[in-house]
């Protein structure tokens, strides 16, 4: 297997049998958690680089080009983003981060869905950076109303 599509399919949790988008945002949910503990810096650099490294690595497969169900480093970068809505871990937190980054990505409001009809490398991580995005500023939000609960 080669080292794009390794990336690609986010250190092959593309391939699980069953709902590999959101096995993959589980699985980078707890990265992230990991990370954000460690330090929020950690986290922003695993979403740039998961971000750029997903444009580069899709962009080197000619059938990962329009979204099949094994790309998910897109799932990877757009629920780091999320998760980059808090300042510190949360449980609460990365519960909320989850649901809003899963609903933005699967229900593809506005811009969401307009980056994922783009297509190609770009439009496949887009969407999922988008999603991330809004769910990163409803967490934001909701961690400045809700001090101490999330």
Not at 119 to 132: H, T
């Amino acid at each position: 297997m080669s080292f794009p599509r390794i990336v690609s399919s986010g250190a092959w949790t593309g391939y699980f049998p069953v709902a590999p988008g959101t096995f993959a945002s589980v699985f980078a949910l707890g990265i992230g958690a990991l990370l954000l503990w460690l330090s929020p810096y950690l986290l922003l650099a695993a979403a740039i680089l998961a971000t750029f490294g997903g444009i580069w690595a899709i962009g080197q497969l000619k059938d990962a080009l329009h979204d099949p169900g094994w790309v998910v480093i897109d799932e990877f970068a757009g629920q780091f983003i999320a998760l980059l809505g808090l300042a510190t871990l949360s449980w609460t937190g990365v519960a909320l981060a989850f649901a809003l980054f899963r609903f933005f990505d699967i229900v593809k409001p506005g811009p969401v869905g307009w980056a994922d009809r783009m297509g190609g490398a770009v439009g496949v991580m887009l969407d999922d950076v988008i999603a991330g995005i809004f769910a990163g500023i409803i967490v934001f939000a909701a961690r400045m109303i809700f001090p101490g609960y999330i």
